[in-house]
């Protein structure tokens, strides 16, 4: 028995689905024969592994797909078109796998079925991995699946298309990533360098770099037992250097290039705060001008709020409190950032009062649990 | 890496790029909330018990319905009743059996049971908990059963500053 190279085992899925496009299937088709084939992979590899991965794979997807296409025939009572014997592989002419982002990408999908389409198809992953990550049964992620090949059952699969689609399903991959035995965050990274690879884009290498730089902070992020770590407490010896590393030279090469965009723009934050052995020696004015961009760039309300807790850090609590007045009090943590600025203002009462309220309105368990925190910290200095 | 990163300097040009994602467009997990009391009176408040078996047979068939069609469009988590029946227990102290009480006649709100779906976003969540709401009940038409729909809290999100 010999544990199976599952990562290698996944790089091959998009390459065996594009071979049996190329060779006449159709892209859900294809797929499927593809998932089949890489399902009984993991059942046979352990005592039986092949010397030749790809073949083996294409093979058996290709004998997977041709028993499909028979059986769907001879429900339908027709002749099969498709013969036993593969035509030749033409070659990978064009980049299979890069096209397979692009279709799994396509904007006619929702953001969760181009998800888990893109996990499936070009991750490689089980319907049972996504499920359990997404924290949903598998019967209705394959479901998702099926809809979601059928929704792009009219698209070519050679059609271009956009990258900044598939950007938006990466970036959602990695900071969405729910739990599971799978690391969302680990695969969204080898996703986006693929598609790094592939492409010659500035916002590509930008979210590469804004992936890397924080992963690098991944275990300093949460405490052992499982509290959340906000950025100005993290223990900075645990962030991992060399992810830091390659997240700037990334970052730095997409930047001489002069095609700013907005996760080019959220990685030199993510950079400069990587930059700071303290958090005392953060350059927040320099993080303030690069929100200025994002701001520019997205006019994103979230980018607007997290501009004004770096002018609370850069020009006072004050200058914090006067930008969050501008925006929408309804707006996700505003609640929170304006607890902050009054505490650093010197008003615990107010901010121990909103920290409270913002616990009330966190989106999820350990932010609801650390703003609880905050609030009880205040009240216990308080009373005394 | 430089300390002073002249490089990471940002410079005032702008290409454009997508949309920054907020709340109303994340998919999220909701929980729709049945009551066997508690909740507002509906329109068609006519007790299960005063239907007629086919009105019953019919009522249960919709919501199997909607649960297997919503598992069809990817978007069931599960759906689970609970007994009407229930006991309060609490903590007693070391060493001691937890002590049980009740049932309390003055509870206001007594839980039937409850739907989860997994959904691209609230407008969806609206959508579907307004057609469970529309079960039908006696004489076939729709109960108009007030619902409690409620977002679960999530996992956070990796990038937040």
């Known amino acids: ?384 | 890496m430089s300390r002073t990163s002249d490089w990471l300097r940002p410079r005032s040009e702008h290409g454009h790029n997508g949309p920054y994602r907020t709340k109303e467009n994340m998919m999220a997990k909701y929980l729709l909330l049945k009551h066997y009391r508690g909740a507002p009176a509906p329109v068609n408040n006519v007790p299960m018990d005063q239907w007629t078996p086919e009105e019953v047979s019919a009522h249960v068939q919709y919501m199997q319905d909607l649960a297997d069609r919503l598992e069809g469009t990817g978007e069931f988590v599960e759906g689970l009743a609970v007994s009407p029946e229930g006991t309060w227990v609490s903590y007693d102290g070391e060493g001691r059996p937890p002590v049980t009480d009740g049932p309390f006649a003055e509870t206001k709100d007594l839980i039937a049971g409850w739907m989860v779906i997994d959904v691209d976003n609230y407008e969806r969540a609206l959508e579907l908990a307004g057609e469970l709401s529309a079960a039908p009940g006696a004489g076939g038409k729709p109960i108009h059963e007030w619902l409690e729909l409620r977002p679960f809290l999530t996992h956070p999100q990796t990038i937040t500053e």
Not at chain 1, 79 to 104: I, M, N
Request: one cysteine or more.
């Open chain 1, 1 to 384: 028995m010999k544990p199976v190279d599952e990562a290698l085992l996944r790089t091959l899925a998009p390459t065996g689905i594009g071979v049996l496009v190329r060779r006449g299937a159709d892209f859900a088709a294809a797929e499927d024969a593809v998932q089949d084939a890489l399902v009984e992979a993991m059942r046979v590899w352990p005592d039986d592994p092949p010397r030749d991965p790809k073949g083996w794979l294409v093979t058996v997807a290709w004998r997977k797909f041709l028993d499909a296409a028979r059986a769907e025939t001879s429900r339908r009572h027709r002749e099969v078109r498709v013969e036993g014997e593969p035509v030749p592989d033409p070659g990978e002419a064009v980049d299979d796998t890069l096209q397979l982002y692009f279709l799994c990408a396509n904007p006619s999908l929702t953001p969760a079925s181009a998800v888990a389409l893109t996990l499936r198809a070009v991750g490689g992953l089980t319907t049972r991995q996504i499920a359990q990550a997404y924290l949903v049964p598998e019967a209705t992620m394959a479901q998702r699946i099926s809809r979601a090949k059928r929704t792009v059952s009219g698209v070519r699969f050679n059609q271009p298309g956009d990258v900044a689609t598939v950007l938006r399903v990466l970036y959602l991959v990695f900071n969405e990533g729910y739990s599971g035995d799978v690391d969302l965050a680990g695969e969204a990274i080898r996703l986006t360098r693929q598609v790094a690879a592939k492409t010659n884009n500035e916002e590509v290498a930008g979210l590469l770099a804004l992936m890397l730089l924080h992963h690098a902070r991944r275990s300093a992020r949460t405490s052992p037992d499982g509290r959340l770590v906000p950025l100005a407490e993290q223990d900075r010896s645990l962030w991992n250097t060399g992810l830091i590393a390659e997240g700037v030279d990334v970052l730095q090469k997409a930047l001489t290039r002069d095609r700013l965009g907005e996760f080019q723009a959220q990685a030199a934050i993510a950079a400069l705060h990587a930059d700071a052995r303290t958090a005392e020696e953060t350059d927040w004015v320099q993080i303030v001008g690069w929100y200025d961009e994002l701001v520019l760039l997205t006019d994103s309300p979230v980018a607007r709020l997290n501009r004004a807790v770096a002018v609370g850090e850069a020009d006072g609590p004050r200058a914090g409190l006067a930008a969050l007045s501008e925006l929408d009090p309804g707006l996700p943590r505003h609640t929170a950032v304006a607890a902050y600025l009054h505490e650093r203002d010197g008003d615990p009462a107010t901010a121990a009062r909103l920290y409270a309220e913002a616990a009330r309105a966190a989106s999820n368990l350990p932010e609801r649990d650390h703003l609880t925190r905050q609030a009880a910290r205040l009240n216990v200095e308080l009373r005394s």
